[in-house]
């Protein structure tokens, strides 16, 4: 009788840790899902972060080993992900989630205490938490993933081991595809003030800025820099000051971005001194070119802006330029290429919101945002060769409609492994109770009369 009941006591808890684990999984693999999703949707956007992190630290790193380790990254969490809500590597996978949070866990609170960074980005535009916040949660979750590390042996894998391998190919090659969309041409969910559709400026409100936004003009002399607000007293350049740039200080990201009223997005002449947005954002057609870094724009993408202003103008599409650049700059930008086309200055923070790459592309029609699209991702060949019929318009592509596509076929993959894991069991479990019948069965023939 004691034996019994030990080890029925050992079978309950044998169910409470299995039950617990599988909550843990489920709730830990759901953050690394949505955070390594959110981050592949706009790699762009996690590469800004990378920017401002190493520009804190003080660490200048390569465009591209910047640009790995955010491909890197998105896939890393998304992976971990999928393994802990379905069980896939029990024994590894939350060995190296707990490697992955360790880092992270000292990676926030160093940003919580010293605040080199406004957030730090875990979930992208998505979800905008507090550096405090974002610390806290990543102690809740290591707290979990130790709970996995000692018990995750506990409950079943819905995928079996023999399987495994096809879902870490389906969620690498899904993740990965879904990256290099969001990079080469524009994030296929727009988590950002200017949303296709949406307008780009907000008309009413323009003339008096009641966006909420400041600016600080600096400028220098004998290698000295100054900043100069908007009620100041610019210096003169007769005295030799030189205008270097205009920089937005934007207010809190953590208020309601998703809000109109936050949008930024300004133009101004090429000295940085007047407003010209509502000269510039007209009502009709327009074409504009986005470039947050000018320096970084490699001359060979001239005649494919020269070409694209020609298709543009055949078309009655007004096309202007928006870049974040010296007037130095602006001014050998015009001796290398020419352009044709308007140019104003505008905060490279309000042209990443507004459209991704360098230089971006996006076609606005009576203010309202019909498309936007990397330079890179526009075939100008096909333009150049059918630009009386094709029109500006016919660029628009449904993202939301590819991305559910997407989504689908990865949760199709994802059954294959899930089903082949699944027929063993049923089979299994089929055969159990054929026996146990058949057992039943042979044992009423055999019972004598009376018993």
Not at 283 to 290: R, T, V
Not at 310 to 316: S, V
Not at 380 to 390: A, N, R, W
Request: aromatic content about 12%.
């Amino acid at each position: 009788m004691h034996f019994s009941l030990l080890s029925k006591s050992d079978s309950n808890n044998r169910i409470i840790i299995s039950a617990v684990t599988w909550l843990f999984r489920i709730i830990t693999g759901t953050v690394f899902i949505v955070s390594g999703f959110v981050k592949a949707i706009d790699p762009w956007g996690s590469l800004y972060k990378f920017e401002e992190y190493t520009a804190s630290m003080g660490m200048p790193v390569l465009h591209a080993l910047l640009l790995a380790g955010v491909f890197a990254l998105c896939a890393l969490e998304f992976m971990i992900g999928v393994f802990l809500t379905t069980g896939c590597y029990r024994k590894s996978c939350p060995v190296v989630a707990l490697i992955f949070i360790v880092i992270m866990l000292a990676l926030t609170l160093w940003i919580a205490l010293y605040d080199p960074v406004s957030d730090c980005g875990c979930f992208g535009d998505f979800i905008i938490l507090s550096n405090w916040a974002t610390f806290w949660k990543n102690v809740v979750l290591a707290v979990m993933i130790l709970w996995l590390v000692k018990y995750n042996l506990e409950a079943i894998t819905i995928i079996s081991p023999a399987f495994q391998w096809m879902a870490f190919v389906i969620s690498l090659v899904f993740v990965t595809t879904v990256s290099i969309l969001g990079y080469t041409r524009q994030p296929l969910i727009d988590f950002r003030p200017y949303k296709t559709g949406g307008t780009l400026v907000n008309m009413t409100d323009e003339a008096d800025n009641d966006s909420g936004s400041d600016f600080r003009f600096v400028y220098e002399k004998d290698g000295e820099r100054k900043e100069f607000g908007v009620d100041d007293e610019l210096p003169s350049e007769e005295d030799g000051w030189i205008f270097v740039e205009r920089i937005d200080i934007m207010p809190d990201k953590t208020a309601t971005v998703s809000d109109s009223d936050s949008r930024s997005f300004r133009l101004w002449d090429k000295e940085g001194n007047e407003d010209m947005t509502a000269e510039a954002v007209t009502q009709g057609k327009q074409l504009l070119l986005l470039i947050p870094d000018l320096p970084g724009v490699s001359p060979a993408t001239t005649w494919k802006i020269n070409e694209l202003y020609d298709w543009a103008t055949r078309h009655d599409a007004e096309m202007i330029a928006a870049v974040s650049g010296t007037s130095a700059a602006i001014a050998e930008w015009e001796d290398l290429s020419m352009p044709q086309y308007d140019i104003y200055t505008c905060d490279d923070t309000a042209i990443k919101e507004v459209a991704r790459g360098n230089p971006a592309v996006v076609y606005v029609d009576d203010n309202r945002i019909i498309w936007k699209s990397s330079l890179g991702s526009l075939d100008i060949d096909i333009v150049s060769e059918h630009g009386d019929t094709i029109r500006p318009e016919d660029f628009a592509t449904d993202s939301h409609k590819e991305l559910i596509n997407l989504v689908y076929l990865f949760m199709i993959c994802m059954a294959v492994p899930l089903t082949l894991s699944m027929l063993p069991r049923i089979k299994d479990a089929y055969t159990a109770r054929k026996t146990r019948r058949k057992n039943i069965t042979i044992h009423d023939d055999t019972a004598l009369p009376g018993e």
